[in-house]
């Protein structure tokens, strides 16, 4: 699985409300939100967007120009979401075309609800993939293109409940498993078994609120043949018991 897809796996637009708004002035959003820009310009943090272009901002951030735009905002809902996720920047543009411009011109707010959701990841899509091909070469995103790190991220990834040691992860990568350890700490920021623990518990996470499924069937999927050692595990990583994570998930939903 390539690096892009990775952070776009569990960002989908369901019911985010496409909408044509008028920016006139500045306001303030919250969420992941994207605005493709058909006239006007827009200003955010130190970027400008103009016609053409996709603005995509995260967090808590100041936009402000006068503009007319197709916009919609993401619900990020979950763990493994959330992790993907921040490895976004605050904001970013990607730049367009006048033909961008006049498509985002004639776009239909009005169209059935599935057809506004597929239009907004379509535009999401085109921006990411825009600012991957530029940026990719700092932090996570960095260490899922190295020719070392990338190939075992990708396995554990894909398979989150396989028994891996630091062993089988270094014959992923075809190196010696010093090798894998100081470049993956170097890239990632922690040690290969580290981070897959913290991967499984994000998948846990979800799991566990998303599905009925019980806390040692959670626990297989991810890895874990002992009920009691995945909870402790969990614990750890999150701060709450497995139960008690579904629990606060299933009361604030």
Known sequence: MEAFDELLREVRADGAGVRRVE???REVVSGLTLYAVASGS???????????????????????GRATVISGTYDVVGAVARRLTAVLPAALVAPGSDE?????????????GVVADRLLD???V????EWFDREHGTGWLAALGDEVVGP???AMHAEPARAWTLALLAKEAGVARTTLAGRFARLVGVP?????????MAL???????????VAAVARQVGYADAFGFSAAFKRVQGVSPSECRSRCVATA
Do not use: H
């Open 23 to 25: 920016v006139a002035g």
């Open 42 to 64: 827009l200003r955010v943090l130190d970027q400008t967007a103009k016609a053409g272009d996709i603005v995509v901002v995260q967090g808590t951030v100041a936009v402000e």
């Open 100 to 112: 961008c411009a006049d498509f985002y011109s004639n776009v239909g707010t009005a169209w059935p």
């Open 122 to 124: 379509w535009m999401m």
């Open 126 to 129: 085109c921006a990411l993939r």
């Open 152 to 154: 075992v991220l990708r």
């Open 192 to 200: 290969p078994l580290t981070y897959l623990t913290e991967w499984r």
């Open 204 to 214: 846990a996470a979800d799991l566990l609120t998303e599905s009925s499924a019980t």
